[in-house]
């Protein structure tokens, strides 16, 4: 059997642009706006609107969207929870890690969770 190396996962060469209307449509189903999606983005990577426009025009991967991200917050450590069946600290990738915080706080705004306790008790966005 041949070594090829370490699993590439898929959505790391998915670009970022292709997932946002899915995290814009789930929080918007369930009464939730787009401006949260972004202050949720905004808090865990640092982008700021002209980031984020720029990344979505470039059709930017996630691995580029990540390793590019002005700042990860260094609050991201208090995010935890089943995310797709995995507890999201305990994810040994570091780059998974990353995509499974975003979904999870995405979907905690799409259950109705109040914006302090997603952002974990950050009024500003670091």
Not at 49 to 60: F, M, P, Q, S
Not at 79 to 100: F, N, S, W, Y
């Amino acid at each position: 059997m041949l070594d090829n190396g370490p699993v590439t996962h898929r959505i790391y060469t998915t670009s970022f642009a292709s997932v946002y209307p899915l995290y814009v449509a789930k929080a918007e189903r369930k009464g939730r706006t787009q401006a949260e999606v972004h202050q949720i983005i905004s808090w865990l990577t640092g982008y700021d609107e002209a980031g984020l426009a720029r990344v979505l025009a470039e059709e930017t991967d996630f691995r580029t969207f990540f390793a590019e991200a002005p700042a990860l917050n260094p609050n991201v450590t208090l995010i935890t929870g089943l995310i797709c069946g995995h507890r999201v600290e305990e994810i040994e990738d570091p780059l998974m890690q990353k995509v499974r915080y975003l979904d999870k706080l995405v979907d905690e705004l799409a259950k109705g969770r109040a914006m302090p306790k997603i952002l974990r008790g950050s009024t500003t966005l670091t």
